[in-house]
């Protein structure tokens, strides 16, 4: 737990210090832009052991963080992918593919961490997470506008990485949906 703690820590200490100015930040594939999943599943492993009564003092503390560093990074990370979806119009179906990806681990990483116990969201966290249920919906049907999900044994033919992107993340999707609507829960 120390450890993951340590890792999230040293990870993320470029938005760390974005957030502490009220900054914006560049997803330039350091830190934890490197992870695949933004680091969503390293956080979620950490959340875990530390519901299961592991960690310390220090350890809880960087999880407050690391929950106000989830909510801080959402609205400046989407507002990321729209803008580079504006400017390279040629890769839509690739940036709604990490749109969904990102999105959907939000979601599901918030909510996991408040099913765990640690922390209640307040009224701003509860609006960004119905915001990223609508950011879901919207991202999903653009998907479908594109013809992605109506060809993706083309896709798995032609570009097997986008087809497993599309079907993991639509995965973690529809899971953080659940999650959010209550119909369906965690165990620990």
Known sequence: TQFLFA??????????????????????RTGIFQYTCGGAHLLQSAAYATARGFGNEQTKAELDTQIDLLFYRFPKELQLYDEIMKAQPEQKVRLLAQRLKFVGHFLETAQKLSILGLYKPNNQ??????????????????????GVYQSLYNLKAND??????????????????????????ITY
Do not use: C, W
């Open 7 to 28: 890792v999230l820590s040293q990870e993320t200490t470029t938005l760390k210090r974005a957030m502490a100015a009220g900054a914006n930040f560049k997803k330039d």
């Open 125 to 146: 966290q509860i609006r960004l997470m119905q915001g990223a249920m609508d950011q879901l919906v919207l991202t999903i049907r653009a998907l479908q506008q594109e």
């Open 160 to 185: 097997p990485q986008l087809y497993r992107d599309i079907l993991g993340d639509s995965a973690h999707a529809l899971y953080a949906m659940y999650l959010f609507s209550g119909n369906r829960h």
